[in-house]
């Protein structure tokens, strides 16, 4: 079964995925995660590493209610609150390939990617 998903604006989006079905629904979602997974993979490639603790942080967490599903990604701990200096600190100089923006970056890039991804994701049933 295809399915028309559009992105032309934040309730109109909402309304398309509310058409899907149940395993439309999970492949989106399963699709979501490896997309999460590839936008990580290419974040600690590229953040900066004295001691490797920051790089070591990078995470991606999931949190589902009944009516919501949602993916954060995100880097730094208790032991390395100095990760946002990092990341935002456009002044500093890193040893290539590192970076600032370490997480920003790779998710810009992978944004005009994703609505296809889940099109195609959903299509495949």
């Known amino acids: 079964m295809k399915a028309k998903i559009e992105l032309k604006g934040k309730e109109a989006f909402i309304d398309s995925l509310r058409s899907l079905t149940s395993s439309q629904q999970k492949a989106m979602i399963s699709e979501l995660h490896m997309i999460a997974e590839e936008i990580m993979m290419e974040a600690k490639r590229i953040t900066p590493v004295d001691t490797g603790a920051l790089r070591a942080t990078g995470k991606i967490t999931t949190e589902q209610t009944l009516h919501e599903h949602r993916i954060s990604l995100g880097f730094g701990d208790e032991a390395t609150d ?44």
């Open 82 to 125: 100095y990760a946002i200096y990092v990341h935002e600190d456009l002044t500093k100089y890193h040893l290539p390939p590192t970076q600032a923006q370490f997480l920003w970056q790779p998710f810009n890039q992978w944004l005009p990617r994703i609505p296809g991804r889940m099109k195609s994701a959903v299509n495949k049933l």
